[in-house]
């Protein structure tokens, strides 16, 4: 992300972002989230403080002049209420949903962590008492077996073989959407893939047979010559001959879903990760092995599955029906 263009924010938060985009490497997607939570925070105390008047078009209030001085000013009674403020309307009555509410106070806390820990600015950490807003208990939607079946069986035409592959490490491998697209072809191997997750953690995901076969079977079309020069690693090639984008796969997998007569709005590329996620559970695997499959840095992220205990990072591969199923088997 290039931080260069961002200037609207305190001197303090650009540093709390450049810490987390250059020592903690993570990704462009979460530091605008830190950056768009607390800047909402901040507007939303100059709002609840009267230092602006209340009529001020809420993106226009000024927080370049937010200081160390401001920071230890704030009340955890007024990060509670920040939790569900709706910057829509300063009067406005809507509140956020539970998942936005999570990831705003996470925000905080790291923002607090950072000046409280790294930067020793503060003395105490108020948001350690801040609680986390509850999340309703769902399990995440995924498809039955015999539904991956025929989602499988969709895929034909020009591009059969590179879908039918991308579907299999979605389904079999449970990757997200922009690992599977930053693939190279030097990142396959004889039974897995290195995959660079979250926050550029490197790790390595099996495969069983028929995730290979389909692996082999797409190399064996691919079409080289026609390839963008800077693309000729990438593993997954769109019909511009460049790298896919997710956007791409996206598109692909909803055409699939229909073709399979599935409700593709229900169904997405993350929706087939947790899809791969239960069908290893429900075949015998550990929670602590599916963890690193997925690539969660926290178990808990894992355990909206199940509670199981007792596999290994192969034997998650390995139980996954999908994976050890060859094309041939379900034509």
């Given at each position: 992300?290039?931080?260069?263009?961002?200037?609207?924010?305190?001197?303090?938060?650009?540093e709390f972002l450049?810490?987390?985009?250059?020592?903690?490497?993570?990704?462009?997607?979460?530091?605008?989230?830190?950056?768009?939570?607390?800047?909402?925070?901040?507007?939303?105390?100059?709002?609840?403080?009267?230092?602006?008047?209340?009529?001020?078009?809420?993106?226009?209030?000024?927080?370049?002049?937010?200081?160390?001085?401001?920071?230890?000013?704030?009340?955890?009674?007024?990060?509670?209420?920040?939790?569900?403020?709706?910057?829509?309307?300063?009067?406005?009555?809507?509140?956020?949903?539970?998942?936005?509410?999570?990831?705003?106070?996470?925000?905080?806390?790291?923002?607090?962590?950072?000046?409280?820990?790294?930067?020793?600015?503060?003395?105490?950490?108020?948001?350690?008492?801040?609680?986390?807003?509850?999340?309703?208990?769902?399990?995440?939607?995924?498809?039955?077996?015999?539904?991956?079946?025929?989602?499988?069986?969709?895929?034909?035409?020009?591009?059969?073989?590179?879908?039918?592959?991308?579907?299999?490490?979605?389904?079999?491998?449970?990757?997200?959407?922009?690992?599977?697209?930053?693939?190279?072809?030097?990142?396959?191997?004889?039974?897995?893939?290195?995959?660079?997750?979250?926050?550029?953690?490197?790790?390595?995901?099996?495969?069983?047979?028929?995730?290979?076969?389909?692996?082999?079977?797409?190399?064996?079309?691919?079409?080289?010559?026609?390839?963008?020069?800077?693309?000729?690693?990438?593993?997954?090639?769109?019909?511009?001959?460049?790298?896919?984008?997710?956007?791409?796969?996206?598109?692909?997998?909803?055409?699939?879903?229909?073709?399979?007569?599935?409700?593709?709005?229900?169904?997405?590329?993350?929706?087939?990760?947790?899809?791969?996620?239960?069908?290893?559970?429900?075949?015998?695997?550990?929670?602590?092995?599916?963890?690193?499959?997925?690539?969660?840095?926290?178990?808990?992220?894992?355990?909206?599955?199940?509670?199981?205990?007792?596999?290994?990072?192969?034997?998650?591969?390995?139980?996954?029906?999908?994976?050890r199923m060859k094309?041939?088997?379900?034509?």
């Open positions: 992300m290039n931080l260069d263009r961002i200037d609207d924010a305190p001197d303090i938060l650009m450049e810490y987390h985009s250059t020592v903690r490497g993570h990704s462009d997607k979460t530091i605008m989230a830190y950056y768009t939570d607390l800047k909402i925070l901040f507007r939303y105390l100059k709002i609840r403080r009267h230092i602006v008047p209340s009529n001020t078009p809420f993106n226009e209030i000024d927080i370049t002049d937010v200081d160390i001085d401001f920071i230890k000013s704030i009340k955890i009674e007024e990060l509670y209420r920040y939790q569900s403020f709706s910057p829509e309307s300063v009067n406005s009555s809507n509140t956020l949903a539970a998942a936005s509410r999570c990831r705003r106070t996470s925000s905080v806390k790291s923002f607090f962590n950072y000046i409280v820990n790294k930067r020793h600015l503060i003395d105490k950490n108020i948001t350690q008492e801040l609680d986390m807003p509850k999340r309703p208990a769902s399990l995440p939607k995924y498809l039955e077996e015999n539904e991956c079946e025929r989602l499988l069986t969709a895929c034909e035409g020009k591009f059969e073989y590179r879908d039918y592959a991308i579907l299999m490490l979605f389904i079999s491998c449970g990757l997200r959407i922009s690992e599977l697209c930053s693939l190279n072809l030097t990142d396959v191997a004889e039974d897995h893939v290195r995959v660079i997750g979250k926050g550029n953690k490197e790790r390595i995901v099996f495969f069983a047979d028929g995730c290979r076969e389909a692996i082999d079977d797409y190399l064996a079309v691919r079409d080289n010559g026609k390839i963008n020069e800077k693309d000729r690693n990438a593993l997954f090639i769109s019909s511009v001959n460049r790298r896919i984008t997710p956007r791409g796969v996206e598109q692909m997998v909803e055409k699939k879903l229909l073709m399979a007569g599935l409700d593709a709005s229900r169904y997405s590329p993350h929706k087939l990760r947790h899809t791969a996620a239960t069908l290893m559970l429900k075949n015998g695997v550990d929670t602590r092995a599916l963890q690193e499959v997925l690539g969660h840095s926290n178990l808990n992220t894992t355990q909206i599955y199940t509670h199981l205990d007792n596999a290994s990072l192969h034997e998650a591969a390995m139980a996954n029906p999908i994976g094309k041939k088997d379900i034509e």
